[in-house]
């Protein structure tokens, strides 16, 4: 059974910082590009963060550039979102993503979310 569970929301002030986590299991995970997404109320999801499965390449939307960093542990199954400085248009429920392109298809998996607010 594939799961992908994220933990780490909460509130937090401006400025301040959180890390988020998403555990994997069920698939082959080294071999999955890992992304974070995020959606605030009344807006669509947006791509935040990804990583390669194989470089470990990185990519962040420009909104969170300088203040974001994804990794990923292949031993653990884990990714992660080191947020710093953040600001209240960070609010929203981050989402865990894992993405394999196969010659056959695409596997695309999404955890549950976790809520971040950002607020004094």
């Known amino acids: 059974q594939v799961q992908l569970v994220e933990s780490g929301g909460g509130l937090v002030q401006p400025g301040g910082s959180l890390r988020l986590s998403c555990a994997a299991s069920g698939f082959a995970f080294p071999f999955y590009a890992m992304s974070w997404y995020r959606q605030a109320p009344g807006k669509e999801r947006e791509l935040v963060a990804a990583?390669?499965?194989?470089?470990?390449?990185?990519h962040y939307a420009d909104s969170v550039k300088g203040r974001f960093t994804i990794s990923r542990d292949n031993a653990k199954n884990r990714v992660y979102l080191q947020m710093n400085s953040l600001k209240p248009e960070d609010t929203a429920v981050y989402y865990c993503n894992a993405v394999y392109v196969a010659t056959g298809g695409e596997y695309d998996y999404w955890g549950q979310g976790t809520q971040v607010t950002v607020s004094s």
């Open positions: 990583i390669t499965s194989a470089s470990g390449s990185t």
